[in-house]
């Protein structure tokens, strides 16, 4: 019978013609969902081995937000450790205590591990640091998301830890490792635009992996619409105080005009990363003077933070 697409409703996938649900400007391909799955999977899979990010025997602590990008890692890490024997997956998320959001993505959370039988752990801000986060931004919400991220860091380690993981994986995708060398760049912190996005080696650290740093986000979209996990979740409400909201906006912009970019930010960041090792832009690690963590300076960020709130 001849394909849908050859009569002209849809574009043709480019590996079997029929009706395709996506088009890849950089490759100039469209694809249907079942060639979609396939070249996202075999995408991530291709990443894990090129940067040695999965060993056999690991136990891998997902970072799980209950959004599509950490739903995406869950289900397609599930789905492709099969070929690292002895590897296994525990799911962590973090409670930041943001009312009116996190509820739902909690939800999401637990109902996607109890559906692929993946241990959940659950840790909140007010185990760690004592309050909400909602609480903690009274008179400093333009700060939310930087005070956020250093504690959600904070937090996934150490239930990883206690989790008896080796290994963290984060559902960066594409445009975020592209928005954050790009902001890097912006504010000229070559330090940290050449940390490492492969894994992390240094015995201080747990080690952290961005299996989803090659999909882009629409993308990753499609592959939960095809495989029937997307759902519409709330906005976090501090999202408009995000300083990469400005870098998001203007990159897609470009990125739509020249396809590529993305990509070449990142290659670019490799070359850099090439060149700086073994200088002195690789910082040296310090342990934190307070709490022993690792940490470039003498107070880690967080001992830092817990002053300046006076915690
Ligand atoms: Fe945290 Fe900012 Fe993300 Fe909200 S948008 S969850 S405050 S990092
Ligand atoms: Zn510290």
Known sequence: MEPRAARGELPACACCGEPAVVYQPVTRRYLCGTHLVRDVEERVRATIQETGQISPGDRIAVGLSGGKDSTAL???????????????????????????????????????????????????????????????????????????????????????????????????????????VLMNAFRGDLPRLVRNTGRERSAAFLPRIKPLMAIPEKEIAAYLFIQGHFSVLPECPYTKYALRAEVRTLLSDYEFRHPGTMQHLIESKKMIERYCAGTPVMEPLHRCRECGDPCSGELCQVCRLRHSLGK
């Not at 609480?135 to 998301?145: I, K, S, Y």
């Not at 993981?165 to 954050?180: C, F, M, P, R, W």
């Open 74 to 180: 869950l289900v397609l890490l599930s789905r492709l450790l099969p070929a690292w024997p002895g590897a296994s997956l525990v799911a962590v998320t973090v409670d930041e205590g943001i009312a009116g959001y996190r509820a739902d993505t909690m939800r999401a959370a637990e109902s996607l591990t109890e559906r692929f039988g993946v241990e959940h752990h659950i840790v909140s801000f007010r185990e760690l640091i004592g309050d909400d986060l909602d609480t903690l931004l009274t008179g400093r919400e333009t700060q939310a998301c930087t005070i956020c991220g250093i504690l959600r860091k904070k937090a996934l380690a150490d239930a990883a830890r206690t989790a008896g993981a080796t290994v963290i994986a984060t559902g960066h995708n594409l445009n975020d490792e592209a928005q954050s």
